[in-house]
Each structure stands twice: as structure tokens, then as C-alpha cells.
């Protein structure tokens, strides 16, 4: 026993052999950034084929390193969505930086922990210190305090679980195009049926403050409490914005908490095509954003921010006697008190060393650039009279169909692209009717890779067109 205790690390590796297998890898990244484009878009491989290459039983000895992580490399990271592809337009794809994965390769490789001061007092300050370049972006107050979570549906439950700490239950007002995971996640914090209100969205897919005043009188007239607003700060579907300033004097009148789901569209803030459609954001009382979308970081980072100091703290705190000796006193703070999680990871890393590397004046270039490619796709569908734009180009989204065409013809086309690798799209619907959508917030996508999916679709290109 006592000769097993004096071995030496039974899972080390010399460090020729460390630095052989990390440069090997950091080769491969770069190789991944410089030649995605001419890479599949998308792969998927069948169930069989999967595990048949990277299944079997519990390895009992070790293996050779460098076959694991080609295998690895070759057949799981090739068989998915690449996100970061410049011909991804699907869903919200996940353009990630260089810089973000140095960050996470950083947070990784010194397993780098941010949940108490004491343990962590560093990673925590580079989160205190984002999470305020965030705050000062955005226009909300000095005092905003925030976490870093895994992505925007653990922010926005996060945010509504808080504001309920802080003010009690009540009704809790929804758009129609408030993100499905805010209408799953209400019923599992203890939202009764009756404390659910979703209001269809108007004519422009935004909140409607006349219906929304209404429905916030029928609700005090039966008794109930009227207590949340969950205002959308570009919708996932369509990129709308709901009417940020109307909704936020409605809810300061009536004493309502103003919550913003802004996981897609808030970034947009920080360039100024973005900052005039968002006006009024800077009024919530608490507002998530997710980095991993246009703020170009890895998966994955959500930010919740939350105007009324202290109300994190109130809802989360805990002090069992095992940590005691880890209690957060005077100006430090213990991030295990803003949110459910304990054992959290240095998530801010890699967004902190994005805004040295780039600076403001880059990242907001790059949004910049996404809202303008989805205008771009506006013209050039605009100019085919076999085609039509559903909803304009809104903070990087469109939203478009083929005159006559369904679903299923929409879906043939969609599948044709992805089964090529060229490209991703996704259907959508709006309004009940079949759509095709483009998300364009990839800064190494060209007018020329809109150009060309859309020709693959069928649209038309002028002959002396982008």
C-alpha cells in the first residue's frame, strides 16, 4: 500500500510528450480556422457507423495518444454542425474567435475555477471586470451586477427566479416569440397556469404594448398579480425587437419587473446599426445576452445582468459549514451566490481576452458586418419576383420563401444544401407560413457566400449582381 501511495502520477505524461500532443493540437485548430470554408458545412454520420469508430468497451490499457485524438478529431468533431462556418445560416450559428479559444484553452489547461472568492480570486476578477465592460456597453447603471452561465436559457430561468426572490409571485407576461426556452422553463420554477400570460405578437412579430396594458388590467381586475414583462431584444425566428421603451414605461407605471431576453440580439448594441434598433435596453432590470453568438466565443457563455444590486445575492446565497472558510467578506464576491451553480468554471476568460486581442472597435466592426449581409440577402431576394422576403433583415435575420412553394418543397431544398456540405439553412415558420431563414452573424462570411447559397436555392442572381 504504502509503495502504491509513493508511485509516481499513474495518469502523467513527460513533458516532450505534453508539448508533442498539445502542439499537435493547437495545429489542428489553426487548420480548422484556415480551411473550414472549403470543409463541409455539415456532417452527420449514422448511429452505426459512430459508435462502430469511437464505441467498444472501457479501454482497459492505454493506447497510442496521438491515433485517440486523430479519431477524435477525424470522425466525432467532423460529424456535426460546424457553427463557426462561414456558410452556416442556421438557427444562431457559433462564429468563434481565435482569441475566445485561447481563453478556453488558458481556463482549461489550469483548470481555473470561479465559484469563491477565496479559490478563485482571480478568475473572478476577470468576470467582474467583463461583466462591467458588458454593463457600460449596454447603458445599464453603475451597480449592475451579473453572472457568467452556460448560455441563455440558464440565464433568463436564472434572471426570473431572482426577480421572483426579489418581488414574489405574479403573472409574468410573454410575447408570442419569446424563446421556447423561457415558456418550458416557467412551469418548472413553479409558474401556475394562471401566472403565464403570452400575448401574440403584432403585425412587426413584437410585443404589442396596447395588449399588454390589457391583459396587465384583466389580471388586476381578477384578483391577480401582475409581476413580469419578458420583452424579446431580437426574437430568434425573425430577429425582432419588441417596443424596449414603451414596454419599459408600461412596467415602470405599474410597478412590474422589466426582464429582457436578449441572448441573440443584444451584443448588436455595441455597433451602431444595432444600438438604434435596441434603444431602451439599458432600462431593464435584468438583461441576458449570450457571447457564444455575436460576440464570436466558443461554446458556451451566457451573461445575465441585473440593474438592482444585491438581488442575485439575496436569491442565491448559501453558507453550508463546509464553506466556510471560503466566504466571500468586504469587496470580494463569491459567484456561487448569483446563480444555481456551485463548482462553476472560469467562463470569462475567454471574453476578456477577446476584448484585449480585438478591442470594442473590432468586435462591434464584425456585428456590423452580419447586420449588413442580411440586407444584403434582403436586395438580392427582393430582386427575383419567384421569391419574397417573409420579414425584413432584422439584426442578421431574414426570413424568406418561394412564391407557391410548402414546407416539404422548402425542406427539399434545405436538405439538398446540407446533404452536399455546401451550405446550412433551416425552415422555419411565420405566421403559419413555410420560411426559409438566414442568420448571417459569421464575420468570415462574404456577400459572395450569401450570393451563392442563395443561388443554390434558386434565387436568381443579376449577371452583374454581388
Not at 426577480?163 to 409558474?191: K, Q, W
Not at 398579480?225 to 412596467?251: K, M
Amino acid at each position: 500500500m504504502i509503495d502504491s501511495i509513493d508511485a509516481a502520477d499513474p495518469l502523467g505524461l513527460d513533458a516532450a510528450e505534453m508539448r508533442r500532443l498539445g502542439y499537435w493540437v493547437v495545429d489542428r485548430v489553426i487548420a480548422h480556422f484556415e480551411g473550414l470554408a472549403n470543409e463541409p458545412a455539415i456532417q452527420t454520420g449514422t448511429p452505426a457507423e459512430l459508435r462502430a469508430a469511437l464505441g467498444g468497451p472501457p479501454p482497459e490499457k492505454g493506447s497510442d495518444p496521438l491515433r485517440a485524438l486523430e479519431t477524435l478529431t477525424d470522425v466525432a468533431l467532423a460529424n456535426m454542425q460546424h457553427g463557426d462556418h462561414p456558410r452556416n445560416f442556421a438557427r444562431v450559428p457559433g462564429p468563434s474567435s481565435f482569441a475566445g479559444v485561447l481563453g478556453e484553452w488558458l481556463g482549461t489547461g489550469f483548470n481555473a475555477i470561479a465559484a469563491s472568492w477565496a479559490g478563485g480570486s482571480g478568475p473572478a476578477t476577470v468576470e467582474l471586470v467583463t461583466l462591467d465592460w458588458l454593463r457600460s456597453l449596454l447603458g445599464l447603471p453603475e451597480g449592475t451586477e451579473g453572472v457568467m452561465t452556460s448560455g441563455g436559457s440558464l440565464a433568463n430561468l436564472t434572471a426570473l427566479v431572482a426577480a421572483r426572490a426579489a418581488g414574489g409571485a405574479g403573472v409574468c407576461y410573454l410575447s408570442g416569440e419569446t424563446h421556447a426556452s423561457i415558456v418550458r422553463g416557467l412551469p418548472a420554477l413553479g409558474f401556475a397556469a394562471d401566472q403565464v400570460r403570452v400575448i401574440p405578437a403584432d403585425g412587426d412579430m413584437r410585443l404589442p404594448v396596447a395588449a399588454l396594458t390589457a391583459a396587465i388590467g384583466e389580471d388586476k381586475t381578477a384578483g391577480r398579480r401582475p409581476a413580469f414583462v419578458v420583452a424579446n431584444a431580437g426574437t430568434t425566428n425573425t430577429g425582432a425587437v419588441d417596443p424596449l421603451p414603451e414596454i419599459a414605461d408600461l412596467c415602470r407605471a405599474e410597478g412590474l419587473w422589466l426582464h429582457v431576453d436578449g441572448a441573440y440580439g443584444a451584443s448588436a448594441a455595441l455597433c451602431d446599426a444595432g444600438r438604434r434598433v435596441l434603444r431602451g435596453i439599458e432600462r431593464a432590470d435584468s438583461l441576458v445576452l449570450d457571447p457564444h453568438k455575436w460576440l464570436f466565443q466558443p461554446y458556451d457563455l451566457g451573461c445575465l445582468l441585473v440593474s438592482r444590486p444585491g438581488v442575485l445575492k439575496r436569491a442565491f446565497h448559501m453558507s453550508p459549514d463546509y464553506l466556510a472558510d471560503v466566504t466571500a467578506v468586504n469587496e470580494e464576491v463569491d459567484f456561487r451566490d448569483r446563480s444555481l451553480e456551485l463548482t462553476r468554471r472560469g467562463r470569462a476568460l475567454k471574453l476578456w481576452l477577446s476584448f484585449r486581442i480585438y478591442g470594442v472597435e473590432r468586435l462591434s466592426a464584425a456585428i456590423a458586418h452580419g447586420i449588413a449581409l442580411a440586407e444584403h440577402a434582403e436586395r438580392v431576394i427582393a430582386r427575383d419576383g419567384a421569391w419574397e422576403v417573409v420579414t425584413p433583415a432584422q439584426l442578421g435575420i431574414i426570413t424568406f420563401a418561394e412564391r407557391g412553394a410548402d414546407h416539404e418543397a422548402h425542406l427539399a431544398k434545405t436538405a439538398a444544401l446540407a446533404e452536399a456540405g455546401y451550405a446550412v439553412v433551416t425552415t422555419t415558420r411565420v405566421r403559419g407560413r413555410s420560411a426559409l431563414r438566414f442568420c448571417t452573424i459569421n464575420p468570415r462570411t462574404s456577400a459572395h457566400d450569401v450570393s451563392s447559397v442563395l443561388e443554390r436555392l434558386g434565387v436568381a442572381l443579376e449577371e452583374n449582381g454581388p
